[in-house]
């Protein structure tokens, strides 16, 4: 029996084999996971109903699992509004920078070889997509 509340065996695995600058890709519910994300990650299937499991609630459980340095966000087209998951991922991150990437240059770096895990959600919030990036354990910590 697991000390951990995310219990997962496939996202377990993957953050296990995962290493420091390996990527995460939380996928909304309208993200192309089979064909814009990296050949060597592992896909993880969330998306039982629509609405039914979101990208901040498997955001919170990972921020308790793994480190993180950096993270991207993909951001609608220059003069739209920036979307409300957005600025909830900005507060649950902070002091983490979040930077935004337009719709293709976020699928160029879900592409990236450094992709360890896809995960796709049901969250129905357009632009709700976020990519991480694993960053180190504190030196002498143990959770």
Same mark, same amino acid.
Request: aromatic share 4%; glycine share 6%; hydrophobic share 45%.
């Given at each position: &029996?697991?000390?951990?509340?995310? #219990?997962? /065996? =496939?996202?377990?695995?993957?953050?296990?084999?995962?290493?420091?600058?390996?990527?995460?890709?939380?996928? !909304?519910?309208?993200?192309?996971?089979?064909?814009? +994300? =990296?050949?060597?990650?592992?896909?993880?299937?969330?998306?039982?109903?629509?609405? #039914? #499991?979101?990208?901040? *609630?498997?955001? !919170?459980? #990972?921020?308790?699992?793994?480190?993180?340095?950096? @993270?991207?966000? &993909?951001?609608?087209?220059?003069?739209?509004?920036? /979307?409300?998951?957005?600025?909830?991922?900005?507060?649950?991150?902070?002091?983490?920078?979040?930077?935004?990437? !337009?719709?293709?240059?976020?699928?160029?770096?879900?592409? +990236?070889? !450094?992709?360890?895990?896809?995960? @796709?959600?049901?969250? $129905?919030? *357009?632009?709700?997509?976020?990519?991480?990036? $694993?960053?180190?354990?504190?030196? =002498? *910590?143990? *959770?």
């Amino acid at each position: &029996m697991l000390l951990t509340e995310l #219990l997962h /065996p =496939g996202i377990l695995e993957s953050l296990a084999g995962a290493g420091h600058g390996a990527r995460i890709l939380l996928a !909304d519910g309208h993200y192309p996971v089979s064909t814009a +994300s =990296g050949d060597r990650a592992r896909t993880v299937h969330l998306n039982l109903a629509p609405g #039914l #499991l979101d990208v901040t *609630t498997v955001l !919170d459980v #990972l921020l308790r699992a793994v480190p993180v340095e950096s @993270a991207h966000v &993909m951001v609608p087209p220059e003069g739209e509004p920036e /979307p409300p998951a957005i600025a909830e991922y900005r507060s649950r991150l902070a002091p983490v920078p979040v930077e935004p990437l !337009d719709r293709f240059a976020f699928y160029d770096a879900a592409h +990236s070889p !450094d992709l360890a895990l896809a995960v @796709a959600t049901a969250d $129905i919030r *357009t632009y709700a997509n976020l990519l991480l990036t $694993i960053g180190v354990r504190a030196e =002498g *910590t143990l *959770t």
